[in-house]
Structures are given as structure tokens and as C-alpha cells.
């Protein structure tokens, strides 16, 4: 089934979406809030909250000084080859 994520500002936006979900036969799904230490999932992937203990010094070496822009890495990383 498609998804649509919809963003809204007032709570009245919310509660019309629901009474257009019963007529128009589609479903309003509320995200699940990460609490601190908890884990979710979102389709296959996992998602764990940010953690300040974790060290990060040891990527520091492979990053450093290897002049890598990040619109490149995008363009040859990130998008699908055709």
C-alpha cells in the first residue's frame, strides 16, 4: 500500500484527516516516539536513539584530511546508476 506522510501544524488538521479516513477508506498512522533507550523500527530498519557515550574518535583517521564534499559522495554514492 502507498504511504503519504503529512505534516501539520494545527490539531484540527488532524482530527479532519480522521473524519476523511472513514469515508475515503484510507488510515491515519501516528509515528511511534523514541524514548531514551528504547528501540523502533521503521519498515526493516532499526532505529536506535543517539547516545553522548558513544566514541567516535576512531572515524576521526579515516575522514581526516581525505578532502571528501559531500555534493560528490552524493553524486557518486548515493544515487542509483542507470
Given at each position: 500500500m502507498p504511504e503519504l506522510i503529512i505534516k501539520y501544524k494545527n490539531k484540527k488538521t488532524l482530527e479532519a484527516l480522521k473524519d476523511f479516513a472513514k469515508y475515503f477508506e484510507f488510515s491515519v498512522v501516528t509515528p511511534q516516539v523514541i524514548s531514551k533507550g528504547k528501540t523502533s523500527k521503521s519498515k526493516a530498519v532499526k532505529i536506535?536513539?543517539?547516545?553522548s557515550t558513544i566514541d567516535t574518535s576512531e572515524l576521526e583517521t579515516i575522514f581526516s584530511n581525505k578532502n571528501l564534499d559531500a555534493k560528490q559522495l552524493r553524486e557518486d554514492a548515493w544515487l542509483r546508476k542507470k
Amino acid at each position: 500500500m502507498p504511504e503519504l506522510i503529512i505534516k501539520y501544524k494545527n490539531k484540527k488538521t488532524l482530527e479532519a484527516l480522521k473524519d476523511f479516513a472513514k469515508y475515503f477508506e484510507f488510515s491515519v498512522v501516528t509515528p511511534q516516539v523514541i524514548s531514551k533507550g528504547k528501540t523502533s523500527k521503521s519498515k526493516a530498519v532499526k532505529i536506535i536513539p543517539a547516545d553522548s557515550t558513544i566514541d567516535t574518535s576512531e572515524l576521526e583517521t579515516i575522514f581526516s584530511n581525505k578532502n571528501l564534499d559531500a555534493k560528490q559522495l552524493r553524486e557518486d554514492a548515493w544515487l542509483r546508476k542507470k
